[in-house]
């Protein structure tokens, strides 16, 4: 079955405890990014990547690292963690560029305390 | 970053009457995507639009996208429970980032 893979699911942690939120595809897609999403702001894109070794920042990208070191993962690290950082977090992959519908994953529902 | 407002950001309606939201930009939209999240769930591809002018229809959802493309609404005829979610419009510009509107919640009452 073609999906988007995050784990884990929920996770609660504790400020400055590094952490990686993983994200996998089996759809072959090049495009990969995350979103974090916090009530009355939407989705917001965090980074994005186009291949391989390829990544930018998207619209938020502050205390977030990204890493594609191959083609199906896109991990998440939040090196140092801080509570403004608790939010829904979504890895969503396409084919290709800005024409492709975007698969998500299930979230990660994240809390900082 | 670029900015899509979409409005509104609640709505409540009774099974059976219409529903729309609207999503705005104040520059023009390269295309423009829309997807529903069910609540609980992740969002799911609904469809694109790209031409200026262009609608696009699914059953009871009618897509439109402005004749500038600065703006473009999604309206569902005769609501059903299976409706309720959050819709949320999507532009995605030539740099490959996409702009998500703030999302209209959706709740149908039986």
């Not at chain 2, 609404?73 to 999507?90: E, K, N, P, R």
Request: with cysteine; glycine share 8%.
């Amino acid at each position: 079955e073609a999906q988007v893979t995050q784990n884990p699911r929920y996770l609660i942690t504790v400020t400055g405890k590094k952490l990686t939120v993983t994200c996998s595809q089996n759809m072959n897609h090049e495009y990969m990014s995350w979103y974090r999403q916090d009530p009355g702001l939407g989705l917001r894109q965090i980074y994005y990547s186009m291949n391989v070794e390829v990544t930018d920042k998207g619209d938020v990208p502050e205390g977030y690292k990204v890493s594609r070191k191959e083609k199906r993962n896109f991990p998440l690290i939040l090196e140092s963690p801080s509570p403004n950082q608790t939010s829904l977090y979504f890895c969503a992959s396409s084919f290709g560029r800005t024409n492709s519908p975007l698969h998500f994953g299930n979230g990660t529902r994240l809390t900082v305390t | 970053g670029q900015q899509v407002m979409q409005i509104p950001q609640y709505q409540h309606v009774q099974e059976g009457e219409d529903f729309t939201t609207y999503c705005n930009s104040s520059t023009t939209l390269s295309n423009i995507q829309w997807y529903k999240q069910r609540p609980g769930g992740h969002p799911v591809f609904l469809i694109q639009l790209v031409k200026s002018g262009e609608v696009k229809k699914q059953k009871r959802l009618t897509f439109q996208f402005g004749e500038a493309k600065k703006n473009s609404s999604l309206h569902i005829t005769a609501t059903q429970t299976t409706d309720v979610g959050t819709y949320f419009c999507a532009d995605s510009n030539t740099g490959n980032q996409f702009y998500f509107g703030t999302g209209t919640s959706l709740t149908v009452i039986p």
